[in-house]
């Protein structure tokens, strides 16, 4: 906030400003929050709409994220893509299980 407000910019300061008494600093703070509160709606409306622009289907596409499907074959790919993600898991565990046992095997020796 402090970087594109200058009000908020200007009280944040002098709030750490050691040159002012802990009064006018306190003042400052109070101050500070009041602006805090008045800037937060806006900047929270800013960030949903950031947010949502950011995962749209649209720009998921310009990027490559997501590719265009037709629903005839969503099941089909669905199927594969389970069965590589599972094929993975259980090459993987299998490869640990042989790890294991091949230092088991070593470390007895």
């Not at 929270?44 to 596409?61: E, F, N, S, T």
Request: proline share 1%; with cysteine.
């Amino acid at each position: 906030m402090a970087r594109l407000d200058e009000t908020y910019a200007s009280l944040k300061a002098a709030t750490t400003d050691a040159s002012k008494s802990a009064e006018e600093r306190a003042k400052s703070a109070e101050l500070l929050k009041q602006r805090e509160s008045f800037l937060q709606p806006t900047y929270m409306q800013i960030a949903h709409l950031y947010a949502d622009l950011h995962d749209r289907v649209g720009r998921m596409q310009a990027k490559g994220c997501a590719q265009e499907m037709r629903w005839i074959e969503s099941r089909r790919r669905l199927y594969w893509r389970l069965r590589r993600r599972l094929n993975e898991e259980v090459s993987f565990f299998f490869s640990l299980l042989s790890l294991s046992f091949l230092f088991f095997y070593s470390s007895s020796s």
